[in-house]
């Protein structure tokens, strides 16, 4: 007996184990791959290119990617919201109203340092200032 993966999308849709091969029981154009010597058995929902299978992606890594990449376009925000402020302040030029901003920013930017993304989806966002 074999161990037969069904792939539709680019994905294990269905897991069969036979003593024929899938075709003579199954319509011809599904697409059907031997798993029987893997020494992983692939799942349904994985993924399958190239003749590999993957895990897919959890819905706790999806959501740890997202806040991932919103951390670094928040962080990059502050940076290029903090350069300038900061040189105003180095060179003596900067009023009171940029200097409180700065201060408020780099708050900012050091909250946002903190946090820590495998904990999505349950992160609080600090707000950002005006």
Do not use: C
Not at 3 to 14: G, L, M
Not at 69 to 88: F, H, K, T, W
Not at 109 to 125: C, K
């Amino acid at each position: 007996m074999k161990t037969y993966a069904r792939i539709e999308d680019q994905r294990v849709a269905e897991i069969v184990s036979l003593n024929v091969k899938p075709e003579k029981l199954y319509h011809p154009s599904l697409v059907w791959v031997d798993i029987t010597a893997l020494p992983e058995q692939p799942d349904i929902n994985y993924r399958y290119s190239d003749g590999v299978f993957t895990a897919p992606v959890t819905d706790a890594e999806n959501a740890a990617l997202i806040a991932s990449s919103r951390l670094a376009a928040e962080m990059d925000g502050a940076n290029r919201v903090i350069a300038p402020l900061q040189d105003a302040v180095d060179t003596v030029m900067a009023t009171e109203e940029e200097t409180a901003r700065l201060t408020e920013w780099k708050k900012y930017r050091v909250l946002l340092s903190r946090i820590d993304v495998s904990a999505a989806p349950d992160i609080t966002w600090p707000d950002k200032p005006k």
